[in-house]
């Protein structure tokens, strides 16, 4: 069945580029010309897990704490997910929602070493994107993970890393080719 559908894709493919080589009058330069068709089938996402943006996320509705959370997500080839635009946030809220039917506080890749030192994905990307409820993070001697899905808002707030939540994991997606 899995190589069925292998043939069906790059059948879809080459009649895609076909196409596209036949209407399109630039002159393209070899491995550059990856259309949004190319990009969205090439690329997948293990089973279990949900594909956005390049990155495929998977909800762990188990109670840990936030290292062991980490540890669950490196098991499974990831960490915890770190969250870099609004849209992307609210994605996973989504994932999450689709999935419990409410919006559980859940652990999020986002810490911080000690007291004034900058918050940090787990996985090591730029902490460019935040959505802090008002106030937050506080209690930095104390507080040093992150939760999203907090208040009626459903932002994030700093929380002691030993509490046990839910947590969503991310990895980024495998290509086909």
């Known amino acids: ?5 292998l043939c069906a894709l790059l059948c879809v493919l080459a009649l895609t580029r076909a196409a596209e080589k036949g209407t399109n009058k630039q002159v393209q330069q070899p491995d550059k010309d990856v259309s949004q068709l190319e990009n969205s089938f090439l690329w997948w996402c293990s089973s279990g897990w949900s594909k956005y943006g390049g ?3 998977h909800f762990v509705p188990h109670r840990l ?3 062991d959370a980490e540890k669950n997500c490196r098991s499974m080839g990831g960490h915890l997910a770190s969250l870099r635009n609004k849209e992307e946030y609210l994605w996973v809220q989504h994932l999450i929602h689709t999935q419990t039917n409410s919006y559980p506080a859940t652990w999020i890749g986002a810490s911080t070493l000690e ?3 900058p918050w940090f994905w787990s996985d090591g990307t730029s902490f460019t994107f935040t959505f802090w409820c008002r106030g937050q993070p506080d209690f930095p001697e104390i507080q040093r993970c992150a939760q999203m899905n907090y208040s009626e808002i459903r932002c994030w707030d700093s929380v002691q890393c030993e509490g ?3 947590s969503v994991c991310a990895k980024e997606s495998k290509f086909l080719g």
């Open 1 to 5: 069945m899995k190589l069925l559908m």
């Open 55 to 57: 990155r495929c996320f």
């Open 65 to 67: 704490t936030w290292a």
């Open 115 to 117: 007291k004034d030192t």
């Open 164 to 166: 046990q939540r839910p």
